[in-house]
């Protein structure tokens, strides 16, 4: 089993900045391949980052690319994402999750083993 903690998150106004941390415990690997998502209120969750196990491979979503870098530090078991060059549409809850996996890319939600409880991001103006 994987527990996963996010932090970081806050209030920010446009135009600002904030890095969110992920602290995995449990059965950790650094074999993992690990993602970040995020919902809004009345929408559903989507995929922001995703980042393979050697941190060779990233992907991003349109809407965040040029403003958004996750990166890992497997010696520390924590993945980061700095968020840059915030708007008010990034407001929404950010999870952190891990898959065992190594094939595809980590877009879907449904490629993730383990869950963080999800850390509250607001941009506002």
């Known amino acids: 089993q994987v527990q996963l903690v996010e932090s970081g998150g806050g209030l920010v106004q446009v135009g600002g900045s904030l890095r969110l941390s992920c602290a995995a415990s449990?059965?950790?690997?650094?074999?993992?391949?690990m993602g970040w998502f995020r919902q809004a209120p009345g929408k559903e969750r989507e995929f922001v980052a995703a980042i393979s196990w050697s941190g060779g491979s990233t992907y991003y979503t349109d809407s965040v690319k040029g403003r958004f870098t996750i990166s890992r530090d497997n010696a520390k078991n924590t993945v980061y994402l700095q968020m840059n060059s915030l708007k008010r549409e990034d407001t929404a809850v950010y999870y952190c999750?891990?898959?065992?996996?190594?094939w595809g890319r980590g877009t879907s939600p449904t490629e993730y083993d383990y869950w963080g409880q999800g850390t509250q991001v607001t941009v506002s103006s």
């Open positions: 999750a891990a898959r065992r996996s190594a």
């Open positions: 449990g059965r950790t690997s650094s074999s993992y391949g």
